[in-house]
């Protein structure tokens, strides 16, 4: 059977025409050479490195062909090759792909006379960070056959999946007549792409701000953004300042923190930044007296904080197929997976989580965590540390506890996760390869196993599996489980044959289909629906029937507020209320979720046949319970959802304008004047005093989640 972690990789790449055959199961841990600049996407990074003083050499392999490089192809088939997608800037670059065979192959510049400033720089990236292609930046000073290349510049360079910029100092071979070779030897990787080749000489003073961070927070966390500092220059700069603003009120300026060597980087904390939830760009400017290049001092990084509004959906990620490389978003009931955006992940997102009020993605192979948004866009904020690659995660929301699942080759283990995202190991979980997990509404943990595609218990204790029952499907490659914190329902994104989504009965472990995916879809982070209740209001207007303002059968009483989008009254006939017993307790019932909603009742169509013009709109607070609420229509003194007068003491009443509160519990406290405007709000606890400076009625409001009670006062 194609139980193993080899199997889920191999099905992945696969799909792109991969034929992978000795696939590496821990990504390779290389002796990287120094990165200067690594570009990540989107505004935050300057694109080229300018040089004022000369480029004796550069191209961008926008010309169509390799022409002016020396290739020399030693070992397997595949060769470097000019190519017409992927580039850095420009859609043409270099590049080398996979093959069975081991590669010797060599990309060789022509010769340049190097001087005390001299530098080659290029920009580099990796098709895949789990089958990496590496390679050696070699020297030569005598030709360009492959023996002439006996200097070492850097080794086993292995960038990432987006471009990163190598620069490499050649004034040690001042006046000397120089090659440089990028030297590949790896077998069966992936795809090598190389771009924008330059040589030339520094400037003597050129700072450039390259990178600006974060570029996403949290609602209400404070940060500390950084920028970078790149030294394009051939002198060591110790007196320079950055600015740092937000386009508001954040401004932060740094000057002088250490010197800044020729060739270097220097990270510069800046001052915490508390924005609120919105997008911000955030604008970097470095500053240099003598700065040769002013095109490089500036840097903008669009910062997204908060998440957005999660819609009650299974948010996931199409790692094969139609949508790949795509988040989306899972119906429950339908299974209708939708496509969101391509979030630029490096993998593809294993496993997901939703946890206090965020989705979490986990990225196979470098266990790197991403916040995933409600657009579907993926921010990292972590790395799992302590465990090879994420299998499967899961969050315990009764006892606050974060889960993760690896599969080290021989054995499935149990970690338990800190906010740091540190992995704790609890115990081995079988020698099964369980391929997710997840908590239901109790806190009960469960997996998927491939081996022998069961459905099981896990102790949180001791890390140990216990089988429920089979789950009725061949499952295969990569997929998740994830539970409903609210329902307690676990569903799946499974892969059999094709991708299914369905749910698992936690008795007996059988999957039942809901839909067909076709693709292979992974992450299974479910936002549970919010729980609903229901809210009756009865609306007494039996004193407007006697005064003759209302005529019952012929009248029409209606309610609306908040909880309908303030529907104009009259226009939706849903929001009629009804007397069915003819006692003048008109009746409505509506479906909330929990919050604090406004709300009046109207007679008849339009505004204007209110209980009152204007302001104050009347309150309610759902609070996990069904909820009935008494009213006579157009007196605000009565109570609205009518808690006891008991515990709250107002006094003297009539009064010189100086109210003594006295409350047993803890209120919110509303003062209305005699139109209905709000002048006074406050948070009550205990004994506090009330000023009012003019003479006449006021209205005080006490509320709290168990309901509100209305007082008249007089100030005299």
Not at 641 to 670: A, C, M, Q, R, T
């Amino acid at each position: 059977m194609k139980k193993n972690l080899f199997t889920i990789m191999l099905a992945f790449f696969v799909v792109f025409g991969v034929n992978a055959q000795n696939a590496k199961l821990n990504s390779v841990l290389s002796n990287k050479t120094k990165r200067v600049y690594e570009k990540t996407g989107g505004e935050s990074h300057v694109s080229t490195y300018r040089t004022v003083k000369g480029v004796e050499f550069s191209d961008d392999f926008e010309g169509g062909d390799l022409s002016n490089f020396t290739v020399i192809n030693n070992g397997d088939a595949n060769g470097f090759v000019w190519r017409d997608t992927d580039g850095h800037n420009g859609p043409a670059c270099a590049a080398i792909s996979y093959s069975s065979d081991a590669h010797d192959d060599w990309l060789i510049t022509p010769a340049i006379t190097a001087s005390s400033s001299s530098y080659i720089k290029f920009w580099a990236k990796n098709q895949s960070t789990y089958f990496q292609e590496e390679f050696d930046v070699m020297l030569s000073t005598t030709g360009t056959n492959a023996s002439d290349f006996t200097v070492t510049l850097a080794s086993s360079v292995a960038p990432g999946t987006d471009y990163e910029l190598e620069q490499y100092d050649l004034s040690a071979y001042d006046g000397q007549t120089v090659y440089v070779g990028i030297h590949i030897t790896t077998t069966n990787e992936w795809r090598l792409y190389l771009d924008e080749f330059e040589i030339g000489s520094l400037d003597p003073h050129d700072l450039a701000t390259t990178a600006v961070t974060p570029s996403f927070v949290l609602s209400g966390n404070t940060v500390t953004p950084q920028v970078t500092i790149h030294n394009n220059g051939s002198s060591n700069e110790a007196t320079w300042s950055v600015t740092l603003s937000d386009g508001g009120s954040y401004t932060s300026t740094k000057s002088d923190v250490s010197t800044i060597n020729s060739g270097a980087d220097l990270v510069v904390d800046m001052d915490d930044w508390t924005p609120a939830d919105g997008d911000y760009t955030l604008q970097a400017v470095v500053t240099l007296t003598g700065d040769a290049d002013n095109s490089n001092d500036t840097v903008n990084q669009d910062v997204t904080v908060g998440t957005g509004v999660y819609s009650p959906d299974v948010y996931s990620y199409d790692a094969s197929g139609t949508n790949i490389n795509y988040t989306g978003t899972i119906d429950y009931a339908t299974g209708t997976f939708t496509p969101l955006v391509n979030p630029g992940t490096g993998d593809f997102l294993a496993a997901g989580e939703y946890i206090n009020g965020v989705v979490y993605g986990f990225e196979y192979g470098t266990n790197n965590v991403y916040v995933v948004t409600a657009d579907g866009n993926a921010y990292q904020t972590g790395t799992l540390n302590g465990l090879s690659s994420v299998t499967g995660f899961a969050y315990d929301k009764v006892n606050d506890v974060m889960y993760a699942s690896s599969y080290d080759g021989t054995n499935s283990n149990l970690y338990t996760v800190d906010a740091s995202w540190n992995c704790t190991l609890v115990g081995m979980m079988g020698s099964e390869l369980y391929i997710g997990i997840a908590c239901d509404a109790a806190g009960n943990l469960y997996g998927i196993e491939m081996t022998n595609d069961n459905f099981a218990s896990i102790d949180k204790s001791t890390g140990a599996a216990t089988v429920i029952g089979p789950l009725g499907v061949d499952i295969n490659y990569a997929q998740d489980i994830g539970g409903d914190s609210n329902s307690g329902t676990i569903y799946g994104t499974l892969y059999t044959s094709e991708g299914v989504f369905g749910t698992i009965d936690v008795t007996t472990g059988t999957f039942t289909q809901i839909s067909s995916l076709s693709d292979e879809v992974t992450m299974c982070a479910v936002v549970p629906a919010a729980p609903t209740y229901n809210v009756t209001f009865n609306c007494n207007i039996n004193d407007s029937i006697t005064s003759g303002y209302f005529t019952a059968g012929t009248d029409t009483l209606s309610v609306t507020g908040s909880f309908a989008g303030w529907t104009e009254p009259g226009t939706d006939a849903s929001l009629f209320m009804t007397d069915t017993d003819g006692d003048g307790i008109y009746t409505y019932t509506a479906t909330l979720a929990n919050g604090t909603y406004e709300y009046k009742y109207f007679k008849n169509a339009g505004w204007s046949n209110g209980e009152w013009n204007g302001n104050p709109n009347r309150t309610f607070t759902v609070a996990d319970a069904d909820l009935t609420i008494d009213d006579v229509f157009g007196k605000i003194n009565v109570s609205v959802n009518e808690i006891s007068k008991e515990g709250i003491n107002v006094f003297p009443n009539p009064s010189n304008g100086v109210f003594n509160i006295n409350v047993e519990n803890n209120y919110n406290l509303e003062v209305f004047d005699i139109t209905g405007r709000v002048i006074n709000t406050r948070t009550l606890t205990g004994n506090t005093t009330l000023e009012l400076n003019n003479a006449g009625i006021y209205f005080l409001r006490f509320s709290n989640k168990n309901g509100s009670y209305t007082q008249k006062v007089i100030v005299r």
